[in-house]
């Protein structure tokens, strides 16, 4: 059952969304993703700049004029959103909860989606798999995926990239678009190879939804944390030393970097969105530099 609170929150993120939509996102989106494949329109005269592969010798030949075949683009598109409800979903330094904002990055994807007539599916993991919402179209489909970004509570707080990139490839949805919405947080070193894998098999886009602590802290001294995954505790040292990075500093800006380049490295597209700020203004970044791509 939902409660009062979730089904506010749904609510809201639904009017904002569909806000959203009225601007050029929802157009932006259609360009920036193509559809499965060509379906065949109609038979028409040749005009000036036609591709000569598409002209229809027998229907020329028959109405002594030179005829090409139009084709349009399939529509039917997969989207799938893989997102992580591990623990340090639950993590913020600002008064933004990741999992509110995967939760909007979630629901503006799923009702773009749904609005475009595509089907939708929704994979939530941990170090397991959660959650899988196959495939489907509609208003109501995309709501039930939005239901279970608010309502889900995770059987484990750990995280497995590998398992779900493994998870996604044993689906055999060829082309499917994929949205991995996570904080990354896990050995690249275990997921490397899949990741290589889900981007030949998919056209795979990185969502990275970080905190600005998870990549300099602030000088505040001596601090001891705990592990939301693990339970483990330690102390960490954020001073800075004789005008020296502190090594937390360097360590959470290499793991930025290493993750980074692991996605150049397989051409496969990381968007980073920044916790407390909008993600609408680069999202739509994002989709015009895809559509400038394929110009």
Not at 127 to 137: A, F, H, L, T, Y
Not at 144 to 170: G, M
Request: glycine share 4%; aromatic share 10%.
């Amino acid at each position: 059952m939902l409660t009062q609170e979730i089904r506010q929150k749904i609510k809201r993120i639904q009017i904002y969304t569909k806000r959203m939509m009225q601007s050029a996102m929802s157009g932006d989106y259609i360009s920036a993703f193509k559809g499965s494949g060509l379906e065949f329109h109609q038979i028409r005269e040749y005009q000036a700049g036609d591709d000569i592969r598409t002209i229809d010798w027998n229907s020329s030949a028959k109405m002594n004029k030179m005829m090409v075949k139009q084709f349009i683009e399939e529509r039917d598109r997969t989207i799938i959103l893989a997102i992580d409800v591990s623990a340090s979903s639950a993590y913020a330094s600002t008064n933004q909860l990741r999992k509110d904002l995967v939760a909007e990055i979630s629901a503006s994807l799923s009702f773009i989606a749904a609005e475009s007539k595509d089907k939708v599916g929704a994979l939530f993991f941990s170090n397991v798999v959660e959650k899988w919402i196959p495939p489907s179209r509609g208003m109501a489909h995309s709501n039930k995926i939005l239901e279970t970004v608010y309502s889900i509570k995770p059987v484990s707080k750990q995280t497995d990239i590998a398992a779900a990139l493994r998870f996604l490839i044993s689906l055999r949805k060829r082309n499917a678009v994929v949205f991995f919405i996570s904080d990354w947080i896990d050995s690249t070193i275990k997921y490397s190879k899949l990741l290589k894998v889900a981007g030949c098999e998919f056209d795979f886009i990185g969502i990275r939804v970080l905190d600005q602590c998870e990549q300099e802290f602030p000088d505040i001294g001596l601090l001891e944390i705990e592990d939301p995954e693990t339970g483990q505790q330690t102390v960490i040292d954020t001073r800075v030393h004789f005008g020296r990075m502190p090594d937390l500093n360097r360590f959470l800006q290499s793991r930025v970097f290493e993750q980074k380049k692991l996605f150049e490295k397989y051409r496969i597209d990381l968007l980073d969105l920044n916790l407390g700020q909008s993600f609408v203004r680069p999202l739509v970044t994002f989709f015009h530099q895809r559509i400038r791509r394929q110009i």
